[in-house]
């Protein structure tokens, strides 16, 4: 039986119907991955199958050769371009569809859906509202997180010159005069409505004042308990918007 085939067979188009090849192949999860074309955002799909129409229940495993930067569509056999979603049919975005993972796309007679659940990162406004319960957090926006601290440093001074011994997001400090310190951030506040929480390092007496702040400085004055201006260790802290 080897070489022998059906043919003439007609199309089926009902339960216990025998289907054609063509169909079989139109229904089909394609399990094996391959790679994509394509770029901006526009993948581009050889199944290697000759498609003649996309079907709903369609699936395709796809390596991709890039990372998408924003919504991005899908052409198999070049039936035309159809967008990509994820978890159901929300648009993907920026960074969903990283080159060389391996996904599996299904199509839903609209559009491809992403196979799984692609986590929703948290944006710069997510963070700043501080509102959402279900997106992910990543160590590049907590900053962004108005509980979050800003900026912080222990500073010291070694023969009259302020240093920080510990700190985050000081760029530099600015010696301005005895028990003056300018701090330079390394990412500027948003405006200079901040908060700034200042204690004594070592067991002296001692005021710390914030003298002005900016966007981009901070300027702290420390005292003795006279008071007069001394150069005296401290540790602070800042909280506000970035």
Same mark, same amino acid.
């Given at each position: 039986?080897?070489?022998?085939?059906?043919?003439?067979?007609?199309?089926?188009?009902?339960?216990?119907?025998?289907?054609?090849?063509?169909?079989?192949?139109?229904?089909?999860?394609?399990?094996?991955?391959?790679?994509?074309?394509?770029?901006?955002?526009?993948?581009?799909?050889?199944?290697?199958?000759?498609?003649?129409?996309?079907?709903?229940?369609?699936?395709?495993?796809?390596?991709?050769?890039?990372?998408?930067?924003?919504?991005?569509?899908?052409?198999?056999?070049?039936?035309?371009?159809?967008?990509?979603?994820?978890?159901?049919?929300?648009?993907?975005?920026?960074?969903?569809?990283?080159?060389?993972?391996?996904?599996?796309?299904?199509?839903?007679?609209?559009?491809?859906?992403?196979?799984?659940?692609?986590?929703?990162?948290?944006?710069?406004?997510?963070?700043?509202?501080?509102?959402?319960?279900?997106?992910?957090?990543?160590?590049?926006?907590?900053?962004?997180?108005?509980?979050?601290?800003?900026?912080?440093?222990?500073? +010291?001074?070694? !023969? /009259? %010159?302020?240093?920080? $011994?510990?700190?985050?997001?000081?760029?530099?400090? *600015? =010696?301005?005069?005895?028990?003056?310190?300018?701090?330079?951030?390394?990412?500027?506040?948003?405006?200079?409505?901040?908060?700034?929480?200042?204690?004594?390092?070592?067991?002296?007496?001692?005021?710390?004042?914030?003298? +002005?702040?900016? !966007? /981009? %400085?901070?300027?702290? $004055?420390?005292?003795?308990?006279?008071?007069?201006? *001394? =150069?005296?260790?401290?540790?602070?802290?800042?909280?506000?918007?970035?």
């Amino acid at each position: 039986m080897g070489g022998f085939k059906l043919t003439g067979l007609g199309a089926g188009s009902a339960n216990g119907d025998s289907v054609r090849y063509e169909q079989w192949i139109a229904g089909r999860a394609i399990d094996t991955a391959i790679a994509t074309t394509g770029s901006s955002n526009a993948y581009v799909l050889a199944s290697g199958l000759s498609l003649s129409a996309y079907a709903t229940g369609q699936a395709f495993l796809i390596i991709p050769n890039f990372t998408n930067s924003g919504a991005a569509t899908i052409n198999v056999d070049t039936l035309g371009a159809k967008a990509i979603t994820k978890n159901g049919t929300t648009a993907i975005v920026a960074g969903d569809i990283v080159s060389g993972q391996i996904y599996r796309l299904a199509y839903d007679g609209t559009q491809f859906q992403i196979v799984g659940k692609i986590d929703e990162i948290a944006t710069q406004a997510q963070m700043e509202a501080a509102s959402s319960t279900a997106a992910i957090v990543t160590p590049g926006r907590v900053n962004y997180h108005p509980g979050v601290c800003k900026c912080w440093g222990m500073i +010291t001074y070694n !023969t /009259g %010159t302020p240093a920080a $011994n510990a700190s985050h997001n000081i760029s530099s400090l *600015t =010696d301005t005069g005895t028990g003056l310190v300018t701090v330079n951030f390394t990412t500027a506040m948003s405006s200079a409505n901040y908060a700034v929480v200042m204690q004594k390092y070592v067991n002296w007496d001692y005021q710390g004042i914030v003298t +002005t702040k900016s !966007t /981009g %400085t901070l300027l702290l $004055n420390v005292t003795n308990d006279t008071p007069t201006a *001394t =150069d005296l260790p401290f540790d602070f802290m800042v909280f506000g918007d970035q």
